[in-house]
């Protein structure tokens, strides 16, 4: 019985100080960077479904321009029938094809709401207003989203490559692998803006 107890108590101490050695850090690290991932996958999905509400919306202007909507529809159509495979976050060139798809449809809807401040009567229109306004929180989350994701893959990437991470990697986790990065230019990911008038000059 002593013995017994002996062991348990060496176990608990050995778990301990490897506790304290991050011995858990890469499982900790991949969990919060695949759930930043998520985050990021529900805000664009979230964006998404609202465009059709906002095309619709736009296209009832009169002489409202073709090729925007089109350029719009034919963006979230790529996002949405581009599948996402399983290993996207290991995979760099699945990521960056995710990120080009993303980027074209945020370009879309940019242009989209400057073409708007040609017409008076969408600006008043309060189901455009909404839409508008729900678009552009969304493009805030998913700004906020994408940072996270990007901190949380950094930390990540970072415990693989040093140590001790890279000795745990070698002993524990030997199917770790380094995650690719969210990058995406700063020109596209910009948040769309459209001033209603008023904006004054100072």
Same mark, same amino acid.
């Given at each position: 019985m002593t013995l017994r107890r002996l062991a348990a108590l060496m176990l608990i101490a050995v778990a301990a100080v490897l506790s304290g050695c991050g011995v858990n850090a890469i499982p900790s690290y991949e969990e919060q960077a695949k759930a930043?991932? !998520?985050?990021?996958?529900?805000q664009y999905q979230r964006r998404a479904d609202l465009i059709p509400n906002l095309v619709e919306t736009v296209k009832g202007a009169a002489n409202f321009e073709r090729s925007t909507l089109e350029a719009v529809v034919n963006a979230r159509a790529k996002v949405t029938q581009t599948p996402i495979p399983p290993d996207i976050l290991t995979n760099p060139?699945?990521?960056?094809?995710?990120?080009?798809?993303?980027?074209? &449809?945020?370009? !879309? &809807?940019? =242009?989209?709401?400057?073409?708007?401040? =040609?017409?008076?009567?969408?600006? !008043?229109?309060q189901t455009y207003l909404t839409l508008q306004a729900q678009l552009e929180g969304t493009e805030n989350r998913i700004s906020v989203a994408r940072r996270d994701f990007i901190d949380a893959? =950094? &930390?990540?990437n970072t415990e693989l490559k040093t140590i001790p991470g890279r000795w745990w990697a070698a002993l524990l986790y030997p199917d770790a692998k380094e995650m690719a990065q969210f990058q995406v230019e700063a020109t596209v990911t910009e948040v769309p803006k459209v001033d209603f008038g008023t904006t004054t000059n100072q």
């Amino acid at each position: 019985m002593t013995l017994r107890r002996l062991a348990a108590l060496m176990l608990i101490a050995v778990a301990a100080v490897l506790s304290g050695c991050g011995v858990n850090a890469i499982p900790s690290y991949e969990e919060q960077a695949k759930a930043s991932w !998520a985050q990021v996958l529900n805000q664009y999905q979230r964006r998404a479904d609202l465009i059709p509400n906002l095309v619709e919306t736009v296209k009832g202007a009169a002489n409202f321009e073709r090729s925007t909507l089109e350029a719009v529809v034919n963006a979230r159509a790529k996002v949405t029938q581009t599948p996402i495979p399983p290993d996207i976050l290991t995979n760099p060139e699945a990521m960056q094809q995710f990120q080009e798809n993303q980027g074209a &449809l945020t370009a !879309a &809807l940019s =242009r989209l709401m400057v073409v708007v401040e =040609r017409y008076p009567d969408l600006k !008043a229109n309060q189901t455009y207003l909404t839409l508008q306004a729900q678009l552009e929180g969304t493009e805030n989350r998913i700004s906020v989203a994408r940072r996270d994701f990007i901190d949380a893959v =950094r &930390l990540y990437n970072t415990e693989l490559k040093t140590i001790p991470g890279r000795w745990w990697a070698a002993l524990l986790y030997p199917d770790a692998k380094e995650m690719a990065q969210f990058q995406v230019e700063a020109t596209v990911t910009e948040v769309p803006k459209v001033d209603f008038g008023t904006t004054t000059n100072q």
